[in-house]
Each structure stands twice: as C-alpha cells, then as structure tokens.
C-alpha cells in the first residue's frame, strides 16, 4: 500500500502541523537506526571524523555560532 497525501489526510494539515509530523518522522526513522549510508557518505563522515579528531580544539560552541549568524543578518 502506498501512503499518499491525499490517502493519509496530510494536505489538510496546517504547516506548523506538518513540520511537526516531518519531526515525528525523522525521529522514528532515526530510531529504527535511520537511513543506510552510502559508501561515499561513510568514507566523508569518517574522514570529517579523523579531522576532527586530528585538530579538536579547533572548534566553535553553539552559542558563537548563533551569535555570529544573528550578527550577520542584523
């Protein structure tokens, strides 16, 4: 059976709705173990990761990148 907009009601959903149930999604898509990799996207997640590992005090907080995209858009 395909679920489809129309067959599942989500067209009359309004956006804040919607976002909701696109957040209710990806968390059960993320629990089930989330979408498989592709050999590229394992190959760029572990090289990001050895990066990372090889200058980890190179990093920025949350907050400072907040900080600094809410000063850009002033």
Known sequence: MTITLQSSGIERLGLEDRLALIDQLW?????????PLTDA???ELDRRLADHEASGDDVVGWDEVKRSIAERLK
Do not use: F, I, V
Request: no cysteine; glycine share 16%; charged share 15%.
């Open 41 to 43: 996207q394992r190959l």
């Open 27 to 35: 968390d059960s898509s993320n629990a089930a173990g989330g979408p």
